[in-house]
């Protein structure tokens, strides 16, 4: 299977418990995305990477989250310090610059639930 | 005002309707249009994707955009309860940051 893949696909934590998870992008791609869905929305973006480099996040990634894609391939999302509000679906897309970066694959979601 | 608008439904058609998405913005920067499909408790696969205004056709699948309008539309022909599932258009300027619409949910009855 060539697809984006995520792992865990379910996480359930306590509150104020600190949470990683991983996302592996189609290899040949070079921009990652990752965005949070909750029930009845649609993703919601919250940062972007092309290559190693973190070119835009947006306000919905207060402080307590932050993303890394240290060599370009893989990336991860962490978590600190859940709140019940964090939970929903955290899904991560890839693209290939040059002329596809509309051609956003998505991976099947990692799903977050904070009791 | 929300950048995307889109009725959430649930719209319910009998197989083998022709079924018509749609989606509003407000922003006219926006160039690239798509559309995706969500099956419940997977992550969105691409359907179709649009440049600036016009029609595509892909299959039973037809994307318009009238971005003099700032409306698009997804059409299905000779729907399948297989199409049964969240449909959401998703628009961009360049391929950074993408805005979904909240998704139309779709049933189509045997």
């Known amino acids: 299977d060539t697809g984006v893949s995520q792992d865990p696909r379910h996480k359930i934590t306590k509150r104020g418990q600190n949470v990683t998870f991983r996302c592996d992008p189609i290899?040949?791609?070079?921009?990652l995305y990752w965005y949070r869905q909750t029930l009845g929305q649609g993703p919601e973006f919250l940062t972007y990477?092309?290559?190693?480099?973190?070119?835009?996040k947006s306000r919905l990634l207060s402080d307590r989250f932050s993303a890394e894609r240290p060599k370009g391939s893989f990336s991860t999302l962490e978590i600190q310090r859940t709140e019940q509000g964090d939970s929903a679906m955290y899904l991560c897309?890839?693209?290939?610059?040059?002329?596809?970066?509309?051609?956003?694959?998505f991976g099947p979601g990692t799903r977050l639930t904070v009791t | 005002q929300k950048e995307v608008e889109q009725d959430p439904g649930p719209l319910s058609v009998p197989e083998g309707a022709i079924v018509s998405l749609n989606c509003t913005y407000s922003?006219?920067?926006?160039?690239?249009f798509m559309w995706y499909r969500q099956y419940s408790r997977k992550g969105p696969e691409l359907l179709m994707y649009t440049y600036s205004s016009g029609n595509k056709e892909d299959g039973r699948f037809t994307a318009q955009v009238d971005k003099s309008s700032k409306y698009i539309s997804l059409f299905i022909r000779d729907s399948q309860p297989s199409d049964s599932a969240t449909y959401l258009c998703a628009l961009t300027r360049h391929g950074q940051n993408f805005v979904f619409g909240p998704g139309t949910r779709l049933s189509v009855l045997p």
């Open positions: 290899s040949e791609h070079n921009r």
């Open positions: 990477f092309q290559n190693e480099a973190q070119l835009e």
């Open positions: 922003n006219s920067a926006f160039q690239y």
């Open positions: 897309a890839s693209s290939f610059v040059q002329g596809a970066e509309y051609e956003q694959y």
